[in-house]
C-alpha cells in the first residue's frame, strides 16, 4: 500500500509551485490566447474608433449620436453581447473580439474626441495660414496633440480587455479564463490564483509598456514637466 501523495496539489492548495512545473504548456497557451485575443481587440477598436472621433470633431451633430451609441454599447453586459453576436460568429475567436471590439469604442472615442477638443484653435488657426491643408492638418498637428488624451484611453481600454476576455471563456475562447472557469467548476485552488495572478501582470505590464509608449511618442510632455519642475 503507498502512501497518498505529500504535495500541494494532492492538498490542493491556492499557492502550488508544482502547479505550474507540471502544467507549464498549458498555461503557456492560455496566456498566449489572451495576449492575441486582447492586442487584436484593442487595435481594431483603435482603428475604427479614430475615423469616428475625427468625424465627431469636424461635424459636430455627429458627436452627439456617436457618443450615445458607443455608450450604449458599453453599458450592455458581456454576457448579453455575447449571445447577440452568437448569431453572427458562432462558437469562435472572433465572437470575442468583436465583443471586446465594440466594448473599448467608448473608452477610445471619448478621449480621442477629448484630445481633439483640446487642440488649442490658434494651433489650427497658425497651421492652416502656413499651408496645411485639413489631412495635414490632422496628421501632423490635430492627432500628436492628441495623443496623450488618445493614450489614456488606449490604456483603460487595454487593461479593460484583459479582464474581458476572461469572459470569453463561456465560448471556450477566453485565455486564462478557460482556466479560470475550469478551476472554478473543479475548485482547482492553485490554477484559479495562477490564472488570476496572471491576468493581472498581464494588464500591469500592458498599461506601463503603454505608458512607456505615450512617453516617447510625446517629449514634448516631458520637456514641459521638467521645466515646470525648474
Not at 152 to 179: D, H, K, P, Y
Amino acid at each position: 500500500m503507498t502512501a497518498p501523495p505529500d504535495d500541494c496539489l494532492a492538498h490542493n492548495e491556492w499557492i502550488c509551485g508544482e502547479y505550474l512545473s507540471t502544467r507549464r504548456q498549458i498555461v503557456l497557451d492560455a496566456v498566449v490566447q489572451h495576449l492575441e485575443l486582447t492586442a487584436v481587440s484593442v487595435v481594431i477598436a483603435l482603428v475604427v474608433a479614430v475615423p469616428l472621433a475625427v468625424l465627431a470633431r469636424r461635424w459636430r451633430w455627429a458627436a452627439g449620436p456617436v457618443l450615445a451609441l458607443t455608450t450604449i454599447l458599453y453599458t450592455i453586459p458581456s454576457l448579453a453581447m455575447f449571445s447577440l453576436l452568437l448569431p453572427v460568429y458562432g462558437l469562435s475567436a472572433s465572437l470575442v473580439v468583436a465583443g471586446l471590439v465594440l466594448y473599448s469604442l467608448t473608452l477610445l472615442v471619448r478621449n480621442i474626441l477629448a484630445g481633439l477638443r483640446a487642440v488649442p484653435e490658434e494651433t489650427r488657426q497658425a497651421a492652416r495660414g502656413m499651408g496645411y491643408g485639413p489631412i495635414r492638418l490632422l496628421l501632423t498637428v490635430e492627432l500628436p496633440l492628441a495623443l496623450p488624451a488618445a493614450m489614456a484611453g488606449l490604456r483603460i481600454a487595454t487593461v479593460s480587455a484583459v479582464s474581458l476576455v476572461t469572459v470569453g471563456a463561456i465560448v471556450g475562447f477566453g485565455g486564462l479564463g478557460n482556466l479560470i472557469y475550469t478551476g472554478m467548476n473543479t475548485y482547482f485552488k492553485a490554477q484559479v490564483l495562477t490564472a488570476s495572478v496572471l491576468c493581472v501582470v498581464i494588464a500591469v505590464a500592458a498599461d506601463l509598456l503603454l505608458l512607456g509608449v505615450q512617453r516617447l511618442l510625446t517629449p514634448w510632455e516631458r520637456a514641459a514637466g521638467a521645466g515646470a519642475r525648474s
